[in-house]
């Protein structure tokens, strides 16, 4: 295709991928006209089935005269956004595996999912290290603390990805696993320097750089140190252009975050910010609010030189490169995995399991008390409960809110164990990896009791470490229906934990 052909809205269009959000009724109706009108360059996609998923983007893909990215957030699978696929244990259960192939492996299924689909793009993996336990929004989505670990399983989920006729996305440049603020909520600052970041959060980049992935996604967090000034890396041509592009000579594709995050959100007008992001080194700008404003208001940049035509150039240059070489009937065979998905999903809960300390449950009678702040709005522990009840242990449940801790022990009078489940999580806009004050006083009292004392993380491990007095410490990071069953199989003695977490604690 020669760009040169292409008029200046047509290319400056080629730089937009709004959402398509199936919720929203009016959703689909824009992408058509975005498609038919200004030759969107592609879309990003939220909810739907796979049934509905696939219409959509065929429709669109037959009416659109230049191939379209279709992509999603799968970075845990395609079930993830789209309802009836696979949904896998967060990223932080492969890191406690460490197993390269593991990783390929299902890589290469969630790349057969994204074709059933008619997706194309996935924004993943998560190449941040994460370095800070109280992390708000990386932490389990990440494969640990490790850059070295960081950087051999992203490139084999790179691989699994690219090497099945997907293409991925190394997220989020130059780095989130070390910030204290959801970048979702607000814009983080980092006072890390570059040396600093070459150091660690750099690694697994440039060794997806080394391994040819396909785009990277930078992150909306302020590197002072590095622009001068507090802005989002997003619109730092010191970041992307100078470490990104000139340092880590990538040539590949860059795709902003979402610009419906607060950490770019705060920091201007969304045609301003988009024009930046633009100069500095981004090809596309994700997610806008209006993208049919935004595609007006560019294109009127571009026409005044408020947007160099070397820019809008350089961009479209690369867009139309990647999409002649991945969106061809050569990406469309199907998928050889090994295992379907049951099967994998069984294997990674399995072998994830970390056991910090103690053992099998000794006692035939406890009470579990559960911790839960993931908002579920759900019995969250059912599958945990039936599995121990459905064995020679009788449990019974209690489901803590405010009580006062006296109120709490004299109600594990009676059993022989206390078994406390703590369930957390990360979700964008929620504040769910970290326990409220009432649960860490009740926690410490359980502690001084004369009695079998288990301690059970669903989700992240980092608070575990405040209660290492229990006599066992179990990890696990999901509280997926199969991650949980194994917890009890691993109390009950039924299964051997072989994980090893991947963070410290």
């Not at 992240?460 to 410490?473: A, L, Q, R």
């Not at 009890?488 to 604690?505: C, M, N, Q, R, Y």
């Amino acid at each position: 295709m020669d760009i040169n052909k292409l008029g200046i809205d047509t290319k400056i269009a080629q730089l937009v991928m709004p959402r398509i959000d199936f919720k929203d009724p009016r959703s689909l109706p824009l992408a058509r006209k975005l498609v038919k009108e200004a030759h969107i360059g592609g879309f990003i996609i939220f909810g739907g089935t796979r049934d509905s998923v696939r219409r959509a983007t065929e429709e669109l893909r037959v009416a659109s005269q230049i191939p379209l990215f279709f992509a999603c957030d799968a970075e845990r699978g395609v079930g993830q956004i789209v309802s009836g696929m696979t949904l896998f244990p967060f990223t932080m259960s492969l890191g406690a595996i460490d197993d390269e192939e593991l990783v390929y492996e299902q890589a290469s299924f969630i790349a057969k999912e994204m074709k059933e689909c008619g997706l194309n793009l996935v924004f993943g993996p998560v190449a941040d290290v994460n370095t800070n336990p109280a992390n708000p929004i990386i932490n389990i989505r990440s494969f640990g603390d490790d850059p070295e670990l960081v950087s051999r399983l992203s490139q084999a989920f790179i691989n699994g990805l690219q090497e099945n006729g997907i293409m991925a996305c190394a997220k989020h440049f130059p780095g989130h696993g070390g910030t204290w603020v959801d970048s979702h909520v607000d814009m983080p600052v980092s006072e890390q320097t570059e040396e600093n970041l070459f150091k660690c959060d750099l690694i697994p980049f440039k060794n997806a750089v080394s391994s040819g992935v396909t785009f990277i996604m930078p992150a909306h967090i302020a590197y002072p140190k590095i622009s001068n000034e507090k802005i989002p890396a997003t619109i730092s041509e010191a970041v992307i252009q100078g470490i990104l592009r000139d340092k880590l000579g990538f040539t590949g594709l860059v795709v902003t975050d979402s610009f419906r995050m607060d950490g770019i959100g705060k920091s201007g007008d969304e045609a301003d910010m988009s024009r930046l992001a633009l100069i500095s080194g981004c090809d596309i700008i994700l997610d806008p609010k209006d993208p049919d404003a935004l595609i007006k208001k560019l294109t009127q940049m571009s026409e005044s030189g408020e947007l160099d035509s070397d820019t809008l150039t350089r961009s479209v240059t690369r867009i139309i490169g990647v999409k002649n070489k991945w969106l061809t009937a050569e990406h469309s065979e199907s998928t050889n995995i090994k295992q379907d998905a049951d099967s994998l999903v069984k294997t990674i809960a399995k072998h994830s399991s970390c056991l910090l300390k103690g053992g099998a449950l000794k006692s035939d009678n406890a009470i579990v008390l559960i911790f839960d702040v993931t908002e579920s709005g759900s019995d969250i522990s059912s599958v945990f409960l039936n599995r121990m009840n459905g064995s020679v242990v009788r449990c019974k449940k209690f489901g803590v809110l405010n009580e006062d801790p006296q109120y709490i022990l004299e109600l594990s009078e009676g059993y022989d164990a206390i078994i406390c489940l703590i369930y957390t999580t990360v979700g964008a806009w929620k504040k769910e990896t970290s326990l409220p004050e009432n649960y860490n006083t009740i926690l410490n009292a359980i502690e001084t009791l004369q009695k079998e004392k288990i301690l059970v993380s669903i989700g992240s491990p980092y608070v575990v470490s405040e209660f290492m007095n229990y006599d066992t410490v179990l990890c696990i990071f999901d509280h997926m229906d199969v991650c949980q069953a194994v917890a009890a199989d691993v109390l009950l003695g039924k299964i051997e934990p072989t994980g090893k977490l991947s963070v410290k604690i």
